[in-house]
């Protein structure tokens, strides 16, 4: 993955965050590479959420990141 530029970041914190929780968005995985500055960007997004109304998660894989964010959400 391609770093994700500090505009971009904002970006999706002031604009899809909202647009997305308003749409009935409850969980957010994030898949990230073992290492490296794809690891580190998707650690920085993935900062931005606001976990008191987002749940999120970083995973390894794919598999896990469809499992987890099919499962219901605890309330």
């Given at each position: ?12 914190k ?62």
């Open positions: 993955m391609k770093v994700i530029v500090h505009d971009d970041q904002r970006w999706i002031e604009k899809w965050m909202p647009l997305a929780q308003q749409a009935g968005l409850k969980r957010l995985a994030f898949v990230t590479a073992p290492t490296g500055l794809g690891k580190l960007t998707i650690e920085d997004v993935s900062g931005l959420v606001d976990h008191n109304e987002l749940q999120s998660r970083t995973f390894d894989s794919m598999a896990a990141a469809r499992q987890w964010v099919s499962e219901t959400p605890a309330s």
